[in-house]
Nanobody, 115 residues
């Protein structure tokens, strides 16, 4: 059974940084493109960043230059380094397959940017 477990969120001041992790189990992780998604209160879930099996990355315009997605296939983990955070980044962050989001969603990790 596929399981995605996100961690690393928290409360951070504007301009701060966080590093999110998503550990996957039950899949051959290395063959999947993965994405980080987020859902802010009252908004639809949106794609933040993606990384292919070949480590090609793409970012939403709103995070380009501030966020970096990476993966460690030996650890079945995808990461999201988030720098220069602002209030617009406040959301629950999730990972899933990209682009089909075929796996059951994990519980997500809350990121709150506030002074």
């Amino acid at each position: 059974q596929v399981q995605l477990v996100e961690s690393g969120g928290g409360l951070v001041q504007p301009g701060g940084s966080l590093r999110l992790s998503c550990a996957a189990s039950g899949i051959i992780f290395s063959i999947y493109a993965m994405g980080w998604y987020r859902q802010a209160p009252g908004k639809q879930r949106e794609l933040v960043a993606s990384i292919t099996s070949g480590r090609v990355t793409n970012y939403a315009d709103s995070v380009k230059g501030r966020f970096t997605i990476s993966r460690d296939n030996a650890k079945n983990t995808v990461y999201l380094q988030m720098n220069s955070l602002n209030s617009e980044d406040t959301a629950v962050y999730y990972c899933n397959d990209f682009p089909s989001q075929r796996f059951n969603w994990g519980q997500g990790t809350q990121v709150t940017v506030s002074s």
